[in-house]
């Protein structure tokens, strides 16, 4: 006893117990640290990142577990990930359900009339003949511009070629 009581009162023993104290210290802030970085990845708001980080170093050692039962699931990079595919699935979706305004028949993208009811669907460009989206300025197959349709002419049915030739 006597031997365990003079070790106990060593500067040895001082040391080691000091440098215990550190290891778990830095192992605390390391894990307050790492709460903090993974809050960041998941969550948007500052107020809620605090928070966790918060959680993450009180109560010591125990905070990160408690944060992980109540992070969300997902980094916001897989969230914004996944809204991209789906809004580029939207797109495709719509893209394949082009309909003609008028019988409602369908038509593709590449249709400059209505096949049913011979409705202008799109402007032909004035070089190549391809089809030209309404909001496009020039022809992307052939770089010719594109002029504005006639003011008044609804762009899927005014035509500038049967605007000319009623001219
Ligand atoms: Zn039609
Ligand atoms: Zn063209």
Redesign the pocket.
């Known amino acids: 006893m006597t031997l365990l009581a003079s070790f106990l009162n060593s500067g040895g023993f001082h040391a080691i117990r000091d440098v215990f104290f550190l290891l778990i210290v830095v192992f605390w802030l390391a894990l307050g640290y790492w709460t903090y970085k993974d809050a960041k990845r998941r969550l948007d708001d500052s107020t809620l990142i605090a928070l966790s980080t918060a959680v993450g170093l009180i109560p010591p050692f125990v905070g990160p577990f408690i944060y992980m039962l109540f992070r969300p699931p997902e980094y916001l990079d897989e969230v914004r990930e996944r809204e991209l595919e789906t809004r580029a699935i939207e797109d495709r979706m719509t893209a394949l359900d082009i309909r ?1 305004p ?2 409602h ?1 369908e038509a593709e993208s590449s249709f400059l009339v ?1 096949p ?2 011979t ?1 202008k669907l799109k402007q032909a460009c004035t070089s190549c003949g391809a089809p030209l989206e309404p909001i496009w300025q020039i022809c992307p197959y052939c770089e010719t511009p594109i002029e504005a349709p006639a003011a008044g002419a609804p762009p899927a049915l005014g035509t500038r070629r049967a605007h000319r030739r009623t001219r």
């Open positions: 003609c008028v019988c028949a209505c049913v009811c409705t």
